[in-house]
């Protein structure tokens, strides 16, 4: 299996790749398949948390090794999967290998993805510690599991390769999701991420074949040489020569990105997903698997720019989304669930981005928020780690200046001035903005550009929300209770934390501020706290590959990555793409940039993005932290009703949980038991009632039918004797 | 057996059979060792009669594994030929060959043998020399059946399965199990009696061939099929002479068999036979009517609809698509609000066979190899399902999920075996039922003429066409056939169905908090009936799913061999379907039906 030239069958243009891009996935399989036998030999220790890590470290070692040294497009050919051929013509083979599709897209996915999986594996081998035994193996392997799924999604050279890590990842989360799987709610967010996540699936499903039928391959290679084709019809202005079919290929796969990626409307299941540990949310509902649209769309990228709905579609879907999930992530008070409900809006950026011609600028912000948002979970996770599983902001004030908190305040501030993108000094900030001004520079979506910056205030004003409520301000703290009733059931893992608290905080929640006096949060240890370091100097560092090289046009060494990659788009070639969602220019007219006020849409954009964050910020500041002495009540209270019910409105989610359930899980249910009543008493019916015919015949000729058995084998065999025999006769 | 002895002589039966070294008894073994176990069984003191039955399956899965061994996967046509003459005169001989569909099946048979004796280990304590010998038998018939190269032969054993499984039901089964067994037998009896009428039918319009008829065919086919226009049983020259007949004849010939094998598949609306046989059945009853019974029903309308009547298939193949499609549908939405969980997996078997067959009657090569491939795949994580859920019933003798809950805390390894062949059966890639599932979604997919054709006009003049990009265009992976992307979408549909009812049967059973029925205490459980068993699985149990694990992960992660081997059995039955649409339809015949026509 490690013999990689024997494999390798990559023909045509692109090279055969290094051998050993094959580790990156097989290492964490081979973690998953030593967690599993740690589960099966009962390991207690938190040896499956090492193995987890040191495996994932050197996977990400393989990687940027593969980094250095991959140049253009190569192809690792690991084994033939489902390939086969019945004929030699066009169409009369399916090929779809192990083989890895190694460009600038998955150098920088799987960079990211290996990287952040190793110090996230690392936190919750403290976070976890109470789980040790069964738990925690259980918890690793799925932990690996994932890791290798999200390699085949990135690292496949054709979509059904992609569809298995697609849905991979997509057990994976099930499975983490349902991790505390005591609880029915956990039971209940996994199975609704499961099935929702498997909407998009089948539009995913339904993409892949009609490419296969209209361009007779499922391989990206091949895929792209066809599409060139169009792509120059494209360029000419001409897209109406394009056939329909290869304009829906892209709208397909874009629906199935849109449930991954927890876009309109199939975005409900993320912020449920909170159910799961936070490590979990951190890598998957955050930092990776959430990306697996955005990929999709930046790896099929060419099959995009020759639809003429499909990139206007992504750009309106993702705006939206990103409004949307900002205005609910304003009202909630579960800070983990603002944060997820700040990963759905950010994900609407990204696709926003991919929609408005900005692949680079996607990526980019996919690479900050990927390090930024699961410093976000990860600080919010000690705190809830800290504080007995409590995620309220209004029982939580003043954290950050608790003993043994500051690295976690440093985090959460880091991470939060990334995310509302602070100017000049943050990676995020640089990332939003190539979105917001090649949103603002694009004619025809100017209506996107103008919810994109409302959004980038909306932003600042939830997330600053979060951070002036529990982390400054006076201090006080209530614990929470989920965690207690875990630890209740493992006593165990309590040797560790000293404190005895969890006996007697149960009962005495009443009243005073500083909740139950033999409570004490207990601090972060050494293991997430340099998880957390670790992150922060890379939120910082993360500015260095976005603006580390003076490329012209671009993104530093992302926009390089992104230059060798099937997300590669050149807007002074193809200038006719840049607008055909508009009108149809003539061939040869140059690109027309919109302006900003008659600014330059870029540079505008570098001063009024960073000062519609300052405001967001401004606002948050005024309404949740000055003045304010509880951690209960803040100035907001008192402005809330000037919003009438529309603040109520958001605080349910606008409701759109219980319209689905109302438009679609009900009328299914109802359906589903008429289906089973007609199928009892119609369809079965029916039957009963032909065989009580004979049975009514039969009564006639009673003693013939005796009920034993052997008549019946007797009966047959006479049957057919006599059928013979009618047979012999007629033949002589 | 029914007028004379036979006489039996084995004689060769293809030329170049003298000259095949491999050893010709191979396949009877096969059915004759089952027999043999089961008068041994029957001899044998009661407490030997698992042993004895273990050993006898073994035996056969051994000679199954040296057939797939032997056989040589990659040549057309059928070999392991092996003749019996037997009631020649009449034209029907014991006639036995097996080409690669036949023969995975036939290892998928012989596979289940041992693992569903060994599940039966605590589970019969009663009547123990009966259950084993008939268990035998029943291995016997449904080998028989695979095997079968005589139509006569074929059906004896088609019928004959009948017996010894309504022997199981309504011996070994639960409380409804008289009604659910005879259900069973006069449902199934009363659908293959038309079957053979048109079985029957067949063989005698072969034996009305006029000479002239068939020089007009083509002269040479006398040399490869001697008993053309005699009266004659078997199956590949009947297959040449029914292709003769007209299209109404096909037509007609079509329906009575698919009486007899829809049935048996079971398509909707015939289906509901099988939910109150599954729930009824003793556990090793339900994995052989899931894994094998219900693969005789699509195994002969692969084997006999498809070849035989080829015209009327081309032309029906859309209303069956339609049946299979409200199966899915409609089934998979009757599995979601099942209490019982073993209807529950009943039922499911109507929507997975009704991906099935829309993959076969797809008509095109990724569809009914995907379709070949989920016989197998439905066997495997079915079959391990319900063992799974018999493992429950042994210790808590309920089935009924209001009833349990949670017991992925009392029984981990159990909980995990549960959940790793829901998600073989709910399709996820990397296990096996995707790649069958995958295959015949595409296979209804490319199926239609509207695509445009396979060749012709280069990528470039594609250009100037317009919607669906028909008309011309090239599209390389469209294959001729009437039933096209909506029927994939839409029995697409049943992929998220799937997941909302097996997942909801894990939610409840495996996960959630613990729910154990009234009165079942583990600590203090003086039930003689379940003492030997522990809290969770044993490793005899353990042992039975294994090995259906591994042939689920192995036929996931490489199904490359499989596939390959399908691809001759496939593409013959393909190019005979091909031929036949082009008397049908020639003007919509499209160039990639020509080519393969002309072939």
């Known amino acids: 299996m490690h013999d990689g030239a024997a494999g390798v ?20 399989l081979a973690g998953f398949v030593l967690c599993a036998l740690c589960a099966v030999f009962r390991v207690r220790s938190k040896l499956p948390a090492w193995i987890t890590v040191g495996l994932l470290a050197a996977s990400f070692a393989v990687t940027a090794a593969m980094y250095s040294t991959v140049q253009g497009t190569q192809i690792t050919t690991v084994f033939q999967w489902i390939t086969w051929s019945w004929g030699s013509g066009p169409g009369q083979s399916f090929t779809a290998n192990f083989a890895f599709y190694l460009d600038g897209l998955t150098c920088l996915w799987m960079l990211f993805v290996t990287g952040l999986a190793t110090l996230i594996a690392l936190y919750a081998s403290e976070y976890m510690s109470h789980e040790a035994g069964a738990g925690y193996c259980r918890f690793f392997a799925a932990f690996c599991l994932f890791v290798f799924s999200m390699a085949c999604l990135v690292m496949a050279d054709n979509l059904v390769l992609l569809y298995l890590g697609w849905e991979g990842v997509g057990l994976c989360s099930y499975l983490l999701i349902g991790y505390f799987y005591k609880k029915p709610s956990a039971v209940a967010a996994a199975k609704k991420a499961f099935i929702v996540n498997r909407i998009g699936d089948l539009f995913l499903a339904l993409g892949i074949m009609l490419c296969f039928v209209h361009f007779g391959t499922v391989e990206y290679k091949e895929m792209f040489a066809q599409a060139a084709v169009y792509t120059k019809a494209v360029s000419a202005g001409e897209i109406e020569k394009v056939p329909l079919v290869a304009q829906l290929i892209a709208v397909l796969l874009m629906i199935g990105a849109f449930g991954k990626s927890a876009q309109l409307p199939l975005y409900v299941w993320l912020p449920d997903a909170m159910e799961g540990p936070t490590p979990v949310s951190a890598l998957i509902h955050a930092a990776t698997m959430v990306t ?53 809006s950010q994900l609407g950026y990204m696709f926003a981005g991919l929609g408005v011609l ?28 800290g504080f007995a599983g409590q995620l309220d902001l209004r029982k939580l004030s003043g954290v950050g200046s608790m003993p043994g908190w500051r690295i976690v305040n440093v985090a959460m501030l880091v991470g939060s001035l990334n995310l509302i993108g602070f100017p000049v000094i943050t990676a995020g900030y640089w990332s939003k903005d190539t979105i917001l001004g090649e949103a603002f520079a694009n004619p025809s979506m100017q209506g996107v550009a103008w919810i994109l910056l409302l959004t980038a205030g909306l932003t600042a004003y939830y997330t600053f929300r979060v951070y002036f409520r529990v982390f400054v301000g006076p201090q006080s703290y209530e614990p929470g209770e989920e965690l207690h009733a875990q630890h209740d059931d493992k006593h165990q893992g309590h040797a560790d934390h000293g404190h005895a608290h969890d006996q007697h905080a149960h009962g005495e929640k009443s009243g005073a501020s500083h909740g139950t006096h033999d409570f004490h949060p207990h601090p972060p240890g050494w293991a997430i706290n340099t998880v957390l ?79 519609v964050a300052l405001i967001g910020m401004a606002i948050a500041y005024f309404l949740h932290y000055a003045g304010r002495t ?46 089973h009543i007609i199928d009892q008493y119609l369809v079965d019916g029916i039957v009963d009632a032909l065989g009580w015919l004979p049975k009514g015949i039969g009564r006639l000729i009673r003693p013939s039918q005796s009920g034993e058995l052997h008549g019946y084998a007797f009966g047959m065999a006479g049957g057919l004797a006599v059928i013979l025999l009618i047979v012999f006769l007629v033949t002589n | 057996m029914l007028y004379s002895v036979a006489k039996l002589v084995p004689t060769v039966a293809q030329a170049d059979a003298a000259l095949d070294s491999r050893p010709p008894l191979l396949l009877p073994m096969l059915v004759v060792v089952p027999l043999a176990t089961a008068l041994l069984i029957a001899a044998a003191p009661a407490a030997r009669a698992r042993t004895i039955a273990l050993l006898g399956t073994l035996v056969a899965l051994v000679g199954a594994l040296a057939a797939m061994l032997v056989f040589r996967w990659g040549e057309p046509g059928f070999q392991l030929a092996c003749e019996f003459s037997w009631l020649s005169h009449l034209g029907i001989n014991l006639s036995m060959a097996v080409d690669s569909v036949a023969l995975m099946l036939v290892a998928l048979t012989a596979l289940l043998g041992p693992i569903c004796v060994q599940a039966s280990a605590t589970a019969i304590t009663d009547r123990v020399k009966t259950y084993y010998a008939w268990l035998l038998i029943l291995q016997a018939a449904m080998t028989g059946v695979f095997i079968a190269r005589d139509l006569v032969l074929f059906y004896i054993c088609f019928e004959f399965t009948l017996v010894p499984m309504f022997i199981l039901i309504s011996l070994y089964g639960s409380t409804n199990r008289k009604k659910a067994a005879i259900k069973f037998f006069l449902y199934t009896f009363t659908g293959s009696v038309i079957a053979l009428a048109g079985l029957v039918y067949v063989a005698w319009f072969n034996s009305h061939l006029s000479p002239a008829v068939i020089n007009a065919v083509g002269a040479e086919l006398w040399q490869t099929f001697p008993k053309l226009g005699k009266w004659t049983f078997d199956i590949a020259t009947l297959e040449q002479a029914a292709q003769l007949m007209s299209g109404r004849q096909q037509a007609w010939v079509l329906l009575a068999l698919l009486a007899g094998f829809a049935v048996k598949v ?80 009943a039922y499911s078997s109507v929507a997975h066979l ?55 805390a009392r029984m981990p390894v159990w909980a995990t075996f549960m959940v790793f062949f829901t998600m073989a059966s709910v399709g996820l890639p990397g296990l096996n039922g995707f790649v069958s599932e995958f295959l015949c979604l595409l296979g209804a997919f490319q199926a239609s003429t509207a695509w445009g054709s396979a060749t012709g006009i280069t990528a470039e003049g594609a250009l100037d066409q317009g919607l669906w990009g028909s008309a011309g265009a090239a599209v390389p992976g469209a294959t001729p056939g009437n039933l096209g992307p909506w029927f994939a979408a839409i029995a697409g549909i049943g992929m998220i169905v799937a997941a ?65 081997a399908l691809s001759e059995p496939v593409k013959s039955v393909v190019m005979t379907v091909n031929a036949a649409r082009s008397t049908v339809e020639p003007s919509a015949m499209t160039t990639a039906a020509k080519e393969e026509a002309a072939q």
């Not at chain 2, 993959?359 to 090569?365: M, R, V």
């Not at chain 2, 439905?378 to 949670?406: D, N, P, Q, V």
């Open chain 2, 500 to 564: 909302m009812y097996l997942l909801y049967m894990v939610g409840r059973i495996v996960w959630g908090p613990l729910v154990e029925p009234k009165g079942h205490d583990h600590a203090h459980d003086g039930d003689s009936a379940h003492s030997a068993l522990p809290v969770d699985l044993c490793g005899r149990e353990v042992g039975v799913l294994i090995p259906l694990a591994v042939l689920c992960i192995a036929l996931g992660v490489y199904p490359k061999p499989a596939l390959d």
């Open chain 1, 533 to 611: 370091v670790i992150l922060t100097i890379a939120a910082f560092a993360a500015f260095w590959p976005i603006k580390g090289t003076s490329h012209p046009s671009h993104l530093g060494y992302i926009g390089q990555m992104m230059d060798a990659s099937s997300a590669a788009y050149d807007p002074h070639h193809d200038a006719a793409m840049y607008q055909f969602a508009a009108h149809k220019p003539a061939p040869g007219e140059p690109r027309s940039h919109a302006t900003f006020f008659g600014f330059d849409a870029h540079k505008a954009m570098m001063w009024v993005s960073g000062f």
């Open chain 2, 354 to 408: 009704g991906f099935c067959i829309l993959g076969l009657f797809a008509l095109n090569h990724a569809g009914i190899s995907g379709s070949i491939l989920y016989m197998i795949n439905h066997g495997l994580s079915t079959g391990a399902l319900f063992l799974l859920i018999g493992m429950i019933y042994e210790r808590y003798h309920t089935r009924s999920m209001k009833e349990l809950g949670g017991l992925a």
């Open chain 2, 266 to 345: 079971p398509l909707f609306p015939v289906h509901t036979w099988l939910p109150l046989a599954h729930t009824e059945a003793p556990t090793a009853g339900s994995v052989i009517l899931a894994g094998v019974l219900l693969k005789l029903g699509t195994y002969a309308i692969f084997r006999f609809c498809l070849p035989f009547c080829p015209v009327a298939v081309v032309e029906y193949a859309p209303l069956i698509g339609v049946l299979c499609v409200i199966g899915i549908l409609y089934g998979g939405l009757i599995c979601w609000v099942q209490t019982d969980v073993k209807k529950l997996v």
């Open chain 1, 358 to 385: 900005t692949s680079v600028g996607a990526a980019a912000h996919v690479f900050t928020h990927a390090v930024f948002k699961a410093m976000l979970f990860l600080a919010c996770g000690a705190v809830m780690h």
């Open chain 1, 630 to 675: 509880s951690a209960t009540h803040s100035r907001a209270d008192s402005w809330l009703p000037a919003a009438g019910p529309l603040a109520n409105w958001a605080k349910h989610k606008w409701y759109v949980d219980e319209f689905y359930d109302f438009l679609i899980r009900k009328p299914l249910l109802v359906l589903a038991h008429l289906f």
């Open chain 1, 292 to 344: 697996a649209g955005v990929f999709l769309i930046a790896r099929t990228y060419p099959l995009f720019l020759i639809s003429e709905y499909a990139m206007p579609t992504v750009a309106w879907v993702g705006a939206l989304t990103a409004l949307l999930a900002a205005t609910i992530g304003m009202a909630q008070f579960d800070i983990k669930r603002i944060m997820a409900y700040s990963t759905v």
């Open chain 1, 9 to 28: 069958t990559a023909a045509g243009a692109a090279a055969s790749g290094p051998w050993y891009a094959m580790l990156i996935p097989i290492l964490p």
